[in-house]
């Protein structure tokens, strides 16, 4: 009876991923964003229970595939892992590191008879440091984009994928670990452990992938499609908010310009150079701008940039270095260089009930002067 229950546990383990490489195979075919994280993971999965089903073999099978085999295909499981997490939450890791460890790992197991005792130290040495680089590579990149709480929840269980390798790897060394047909205890309970891993890990991968689509709906819902820049909703919700503050003493300046002649470069060159033209506006303004600072595209040729905590000298000086900046690097059209310049005005919030409205009225009063006076220069209100 007893021997019954860790081929039943493995029989388990294997059903659940393969059904989850299923899943995650089903789910690349129907995903536009994240296609690549969930073919790996897919692949991740299909590869661990093979290699468990390749243990299982060992004394039935060639010794070459239910040793070798079998532990270069979990390596490369989560291998795969190690490339597919951080790429679920819009990170790019390197392959050569992986691939690197792939390669010393093939050829230390590749000369050991199958009964070693150092094969399946390698083994779970190289699966202890996958996880380990994988749990701070997903904490060091969600750490800078989430706030602390949400980050240590995400990474927590990677954090408990790789403590257990980590005392498994520790039983090993110590001449504790269990063949994984065995019926001991030690050996049932690792068993139930790999289940946990695997429930786990695509459980949190699951919850990744799905944050990572929710972040790009919410980003496609509030950016301009042609210059990735803020939408006029989205801005005008941000400045609203802003206005908001102006009760607790925290002040912020808007900014708003205009392309001058933007029609000229539409006619002459066309509309494929006009929308080239905005995008190398916004390219321009960006490196003009604080972290802080937000730049919205509120229609046609017209952008707006919100400075929060900035006075009408800041915002000033601001609104300067862009106008000089724009005028410094012309479009660059088919290899021939083509001036822009931009009118701006600007406005700074003056009291709680400045609403977000009148703020922009009193900047765009101050573009309408600028233009007037002849483009390419600066006005405040």
């Not at 270069?72 to 590191?97: N, V």
């Not at 904490?139 to 269980?157: F, M, N």
């Not at 900035?310 to 862009?322: F, H, I, K, T």
């Not at 009291?351 to 002067?369: E, F, G, N, T, V």
């Amino acid at each position: 009876m007893l021997e019954t229950v860790p081929l039943t546990l493995l029989a388990a383990n294997m059903l659940f991923l393969l059904t989850a490489a299923l899943v995650w195979a089903g789910l690349s075919q129907v995903l536009v964003i994240g296609q690549r994280t969930v073919l790996l993971l897919a692949l991740a999965n299909a590869l661990l229970a093979a290699s468990l089903g390749c243990n299982a073999l060992r004394g039935i099978a060639w010794d070459g595939l239910s040793y070798w085999g079998a532990n270069m295909m979990a390596i490369s499981s989560f291998a795969l892992l190690r490339q597919s997490i951080p790429t679920a939450i819009g990170a790019a890791p390197s392959w050569w590191p992986t691939l690197a460890l792939l390669a010393v790992a093939g050829l230390l197991l590749a000369p050991m008879p199958p009964d070693s005792d150092w094969m399946p130290v390698i083994n779970f040495s190289c699966l202890s440091l996958l996880m380990g680089f994988t749990s701070f590579e997903t904490w060091r990149h969600l750490r800078r984009r989430l706030k602390l709480a949400l980050a240590l929840g995400l990474c927590s269980p990677l954090i408990l994928v790789t403590a257990l390798l980590l005392l498994r790897l520790a039983l090993l060394l110590q001449g504790s670990g269990a063949r994984i047909r065995d019926a001991s205890v030690g050996n049932v309970a690792w068993l139930w452990a790999v289940l946990l891993m695997g429930l786990v890990l695509n459980a949190t991968l699951a919850f990744m992938v799905l944050m990572r689509l929710i972040l790009r709906i919410r980003r496609l819902t509030e950016r301009d499609a042609l210059t990735d820049a803020l939408n006029r909703r989205a801005f005008g919700a941000l400045l609203s908010r802003e206005q908001a503050q102006l009760a607790r003493g925290q002040g912020h300046a808007l900014v708003m310009l205009d392309v001058d002649h933007f029609k000229r470069i539409n006619d002459t060159l066309g509309h494929a150079a006009g929308d080239a033209a905005l995008k190398h506006l916004v390219q321009q303004l960006q490196g003009c701008l604080r972290e802080a600072d937000r730049l919205g595209r509120l229609g046609g040729e017209e952008f707006g940039v919100l400075l929060p905590l900035s006075d009408q000298a800041g915002a000033l000086l601001a609104a300067e270095r862009m106008r000089a900046t724009l005028q410094a690097h012309p479009l660059l059209w088919q290899g021939q260089p083509w001036p822009m310049t931009a009118s701006f005005g600007v406005a700074v919030a003056q009291a709680p009930h400045d609403d977000a409205d009148a703020l922009m009225q009193r900047a765009d009063a101050a573009l309408y002067r600028a233009k007037e006076a002849g483009r390419n220069r600066v006005e405040a209100d």
